[in-house]
């Protein structure tokens, strides 16, 4: 230090000098002193580049920004980089870097490009934390970091033990200390929910954007969703001599007119395309001697599709600036002014509750399960046609926070083999099998061969004293037996195994059928959000996409693909308009607003697990809420039938179910899940009885076989929506959407 120069400065009144007696009217010496005796930085301009990260900033409109100084090489806009993890080498991550800026005065200059020695600040670098190294692809060995001095004072979070724990004070236990220790992160885009849209989605983001996302995954994306125990046919496909346009008229014939022909046909004009990407992404699509896709039926091709889900989930995971977030149970929106913020969540493996604050909002949670009392009781009775992990928690979120729902009403009831729940289009469709009442008499031309027909004939069928009713397979041929064995085998093991334990493969009997209890799932029906072509929701900034979206039936996967492809480009371009217009930052009020939500949520999971077990578990008033929907809104045991009555006296009970509901607890996050799912069920079968008392008609049989009104009345020709105002719920019609392209306007 004795041979360092000393300057005398002010900068308040603007001198620097080596003399303190003399006053400068500059700062011109301290300048002077810096540049001779500070050495100029030390690096190899030509050696690669590599960053090491000091600290770390956010902006609301690109993100996380990583700041440090440039150790060796050089970098560009638009240069690719990986992020190597502090704590753990192995850990990389392949980024683009979006933005560079430099530091001149107290501001940030941006630039095309820097060298080693500057400090500089970066975009496109989501989940950099400080101590990482930001390095070019040819070299990816982390830079030392300085090791930070342990703190001084440490603390221990417990449980009260003093002689006077639990006497005064509203939390005095771990659970809500621990509850309270939430993370909060950021991403330009977050994606709730996993499976086939949601996969998608993150695809399409990565491919055709540097925007960072977020996957949000109750589950684990690599067995979630409906794709979690594979497929053998892709059912929605424009086969050989077929246009998009002749799936758009097969499914509005299916629904009796009910459907927003625009979104049909966004996801028809993309069915092969988005085939032959995932048949690029390793999916096996079967084919024939001249190497074409082998059909079944007119819009149907075959697959091994066991690991499609895993292919799907795969890709995500290489796919660039996207962060998985499995075992994250998203449970409400942050929404304000009608716009959305993020999301709130708790993990179902650790304490924590987990925020997520993003530009943009994708919903691909899946339709609804679980409302209805099942065919199976007791032990079995999540063995069902559709995910029971599939809640309705997208409609509920939806719902809850004032976004607009259409056709819940057009439930759908698929037609199942008998026990088993084994899908029947391989067996219809793959040998062409017809329904049969058991006095071998063929009735589903007698009804019709829409998919709420041929439900309604086995239904009638077995009401006349007509039944059982089968798929007559009896007489077919050895190899469309054997090819039946494999199929399910693949698909549905427990059918194989009912023909092999009889005795009797498919060609000696034909197989028992049944309907299922009845679910909400936009993706064969026309339940959902309220959408414009775009899939944005009546909530600015909120998408919907896959079975969680309405006005699309007869998606299946391909349509799901779709729908998540569509949302995703619409993001990018918006938020790409959105940077260009505005890049303030979030008004100080709605911070304050949205904080305050955030505080409520987690109170609400800190409420739950405090709570002490009351009269009734979650699994008794799950089974509660099934039976009341079972027997009064029109459920397997009336034959689907309801009546204004009935619906009424289910939603005095669903009322008292969701009142009861406050008292539930939760020994831990497994059971928090648990207790958040039967709500979401409580939530959506408010609004389906909504709707269900709302159509003054029967439109599709089976599906909303309404007593009072058992014909089809023209004046309901039209969309019936609702949306939860001051905790009401309003239901109201739409006109039928006839434009190309539809946009929200009220």
């Known amino acids: 230090y004795l041979e360092s120069p000393f300057v005398f400065a002010s900068a308040r009144s603007g001198y620097a000098t080596m003399d303190f007696n003399k006053k400068t009217e500059d700062m011109k010496t301290l300048l002077d002193v810096i540049v001779d005796y500070i050495p100029a930085p030390k690096g190899d301009e030509k050696a690669p580049f590599k960053l090491l990260i000091s600290t770390t900033d956010y902006s609301e409109y690109v993100g996380r920004i990583g700041i440090g100084k440039i150790e060796s090489g050089s970098v560009k ?21 979006t933005k560079i800026y430099e530091f001149e005065n107290l501001s940030r200059k941006e630039v095309e490009s820097s060298s080693v020695g500057n400090i500089i600040a970066v975009t496109g670098v989501e989940g950099i934390s400080i101590g990482d190294t930001l390095c070019a692809l040819e070299d990816v060995t982390p830079l030392p970091f300085v090791k930070i001095s342990e703190p001084t004072l440490a603390m221990n979070f417990i449980v009260n033990n003093s002689p006077f724990a639990g006497k005064e004070g509203k939390f005095v236990t771990s659970r809500q200390i621990r509850a309270r220790l939430y993370k909060e992160l950021e991403t330009d885009v977050l994606i709730i929910g996993g499976g086939t849209a949601g996969c998608y989605a ?3 983001l990565g491919k055709n954007s540097d925007l960072s996302v977020i996957v949000a995954e109750k589950a684990n994306i690599k067995r979630s969703g409906c794709l ?6 892709i059912n929605a496909y424009n086969v050989k001599g077929r246009v998009p346009q002749d799936y758009v008229d097969y499914a509005a014939k299916d629904a009796n007119g009910i459907v927003r022909h625009d979104l049909l046909i966004t996801a028809a004009n993309r069915f092969n395309e988005i085939t032959a990407e995932v048949e690029k992404l390793g999916l096996v699509i079967l084919k024939d001697e001249n190497g074409e896709y082998v059909a079944r039926g007119n819009r149907n091709i075959k697959i091994n599709g066991e690991n499609f889900k895993p292919i799907l989930a795969d890709a995500v995971k290489k796919t660039k600036n996207v962060r998985v977030l499995n075992t994250l149970n998203i449970t409400d929106l942050l929404v304000k002014d009608g716009k959305v913020y993020g999301a709130v969540g708790f993990s179902i493996k650790k304490e924590e509750a987990i925020v997520i604050r993003a530009k943009k909002v994708i919903i691909s949670t899946g339709g609804a399960a679980g409302l209805y009392k099942p065919n199976n009781p007791g032990f079995s009775r999540h063995k069902m046609w559709y995910p029971p992990f599939n809640t309705g928690a997208g409609y509920a979120m939806g719902i809850l926070a004032g976004a607009e729902m259409t056709t819940f009403e057009m439930r759908f009831i698929a037609l199942r083999c008998k026990d088993t729940i084994a899908p029947v289009g391989t067996i219809a469709q793959g040998v062409g099998a017809k329904q049969v009442n058991s006095r071998g008499v063929v009735y589903e031309d007698k009804y019709g061969l829409t998919t709420s027909e041929r439900v309604y004939g086995t239904v009638r069928e077995n009401q006349l004293g007509n039944g059982p009713c089968y798929l007559k397979t009896s007489g077919i041929s050895e190899e469309e037996s054997e090819s039946l064995l494999k199929a399910y085998l693949n698909m549905a093991p427990s059918q194989t195994l009912k023909w092999i334990e009889s005795g009797k493969n498919p060609n000696e009997q ?3 059928i049944e309907g299922t209890e009845p679910y909400i799932v936009g993706g064969h029906t026309a339940s959902g959000f309220w959408v414009n072509t775009n899939r944005e929701t009546t909530i600015n900034g909120l998408y919907a996409a896959g079975d969680v979206a309405g006005g699309c039936p007869q998606k299946y996967v391909t349509g799901a693909l779709a729908e998540g492809e569509i949302a995703a480009l619409d993001i990018i371009s918006k938020l790409a308009d959105e940077k260009n217009i505005n890049c303030g930052k979030i008004d100080e009020n709605v911070e304050n607003f949205l904080d305050e939500q955030k505080n409520q949520i987690i109170n609400q999971y800190e409420k739950i697990r405090n709570t002490e077990a ?3 578990s979650t699994e008794d008033m799950e089974e509660g809420m099934q039976k009341i929907m079972d027997e009064y809104a029109g459920g397997i045991s009336t034959n689907y039938q309801f009546n204004e009555k009935q619906l009424n006296l289910a939603k005095q009970k669903i009322d008292q179910l969701i009142e009861l509901s406050d008292e539930l607890s939760a020994e831990n996050m497994h059971d928090l899940m648990f207790a958040y799912e039967l709500r979401e069920r409580l939530i959506v079968c408010k609004s389906l009885i909504g709707h269900l008392f709302f159509r003054k008609e029967t439109r599709w049989h089976s599906f909303n076989e309404n007593l009072d009104y058992p014909e089809t009345d023209e004046n ?3 969309y019936v929506n609702s949306r939860l105002v001051n905790g ?5 019609m739409r006109e039928i959407v006839k434009e190309e392209k539809y946009e929200h306007s009220n």
Do not use: Q
Request: no cysteine.
């Open 728 to 732: 009401e719920l309003e239901v109201f």
């Open 77 to 97: 806009l638009g240069d690719d980089a990986v992020i190597v993890n502090y704590n753990d080498s192995s850990i990389n991550k392949k980024i683009k870097i």
């Open 228 to 233: 979690a125990a594979g497929i053998n046919a």
């Open 614 to 616: 009351k009269r009734f």
């Open 510 to 512: 034909d197989v028992e």
């Open 716 to 718: 309901y020709f039209k």
């Open 202 to 204: 993150a695809i399409t």
